[in-house]
């Protein structure tokens, strides 16, 4: 084991170690979180020890929760109680093996099992107003000291809670479908796009064959190529954001009567898209970078609003003409097709 992810509590009688941050959701399964918490129970006075994950929506500006306005919504959550010991006897693995040499003999292993209809982690990306707001969809493990799992008047003190963000990530199938492909016909000009996979990987160059008939009496000037990301906050209907993320113009000169057949490569990269604010990005872990949130992929049977973020991308090709002087853009003739796009992660290799 390379490397182990460790939170101790303010008052030092809790430490939590897990072995990895990042869990894969294949589909029909997601990975199983093992970790080990170490419990000091000299100073518990009669409490317990207990560990919790919850996956959690979280949504605007957290310091307006003290007037009465909360935006974090738990989706799931699932707690153990370690101390003392209950029924909880997780199969003990390598990685609890592993752990528990790192935490000694007050280790206590336990294991989550992640529901495969949850959603992946998301984050909306914040201004520089907001660097410490958490916006999206996160899961976190927490360690905590307490008389009860989860009673609303027990306050429980920051000193008694150890806590990791994790990501539940997906990674693009093994098997995909042919590309998308649409065409339109408008202002006389007749344009037609698509791509040669359903699916394109974070950082990976996308193709795009743009084929066009220009009857329009004008001389086309020029291609633009964008790269839309929409993302819609479902538990609030009325919030939907979209993004442009590749914008790209091309100067191509298309007489009346001639057509194109060329193909424009752009790449959507999350380094030239830093400073928008609500940008959807793959959940964020403290101190280290992401990508721009994969495409959501919706199982048959899953409904939406457990999912709190959808997030889907399409790609935009416009044909126009050069309108210049003083009417600028109002003379210019054009026209525009939309493909749909799928960005994931790929698999890693084994």
């Known amino acids: 084991m390379a490397k182990v992810f460790k939170k101790t509590s303010g008052n030092g009688q809790l430490t939590l170690l897990l072995g990895k941050r990042d869990y894969v959701d294949h589909v029909d399964n997601v990975d199983t979180v093992e970790g080990v918490l170490k419990v000091d129970p000299s100073g518990l006075n009669g409490k317990k020890a207990w560990i919790q994950l919850c996956a959690a929506f979280r949504y605007g500006r957290e310091d307006l929760?003290?007037?009465?306005?909360?935006?974090?919504?738990?989706?799931?959550?699932?707690q153990i109680?370690?101390?003392?010991?209950?029924?909880?006897?997780?199969?003990?693995?390598?990685?609890?093996?592993?752990?528990?040499?790192?935490?000694?003999?007050?280790?206590?292993?336990?294991?989550?099992n992640i529901p495969t209809n949850l959603p992946c982690s998301v984050t909306l990306q914040p201004g520089e107003e907001d660097?410490?707001?958490?916006?999206?969809?996160?899961?976190?493990?927490?360690?905590?000291?307490?008389?009860?799992?989860?009673?609303?008047d027990e306050k429980i003190e920051k000193k008694d809670t150890c806590r990791l963000i994790i990501r539940k990530i997906q990674f693009a199938p093994d098997k995909a479908g042919t590309g998308p492909s649409q065409d339109t016909n408008k202002n006389n000009i007749n344009i037609t796009a698509s791509l040669d996979k359903e699916i394109y990987y974070h950082g990976e160059g996308i193709p795009i064959k743009v084929k066009a008939t220009n009857n329009s009496g004008k001389v086309m000037k020029k291609v633009q190529i964008k790269i839309e990301q929409t993302t819609d906050v479902v538990l609030y209907s009325a919030d939907k954001y979209t993004k442009v993320v590749v914008n790209k113009e091309f100067e191509e000169s298309v007489d009346n009567g001639a057509t194109l057949d060329k193909t424009f490569t752009v790449t959507p990269l999350m380094s030239e898209n830093r400073e928008q604010k609500g940008l959807?990005?793959?959940?964020?872990?403290?101190?280290?970078d992401t990508n721009l949130a994969s495409t959501t992929i919706l199982r048959p049977g899953m409904e939406k609003e457990v999912l709190g973020i959808l997030v889907t991308y399409k790609v935009k090709v416009t044909l126009t003409s050069g309108g210049g002087g003083m009417l600028g853009s109002l003379t210019s003739t054009e026209a525009t097709v939309e493909l749909p796009l799928v960005l994931m992660n790929p698999k890693p290799a084994a």
């Open 280 to 288: 959807a990005l793959d959940g964020r872990l403290k101190d280290e």
């Open 131 to 152: 660097k410490n707001k958490a916006c999206g969809v996160d899961f976190e493990v927490k360690g905590y000291v307490a008389n009860d799992a989860d009673n609303p």
């Open 81 to 112: 109680q370690l101390y003392p010991p209950a029924d909880h006897k997780p199969a003990k693995t390598a990685m609890h093996e592993a752990l528990m040499t790192k935490a000694g003999e007050q280790g206590i292993p336990f294991t989550f």
């Open 65 to 78: 929760d003290v007037i009465g306005l909360s935006f974090r919504k738990d989706i799931w959550f699932q």
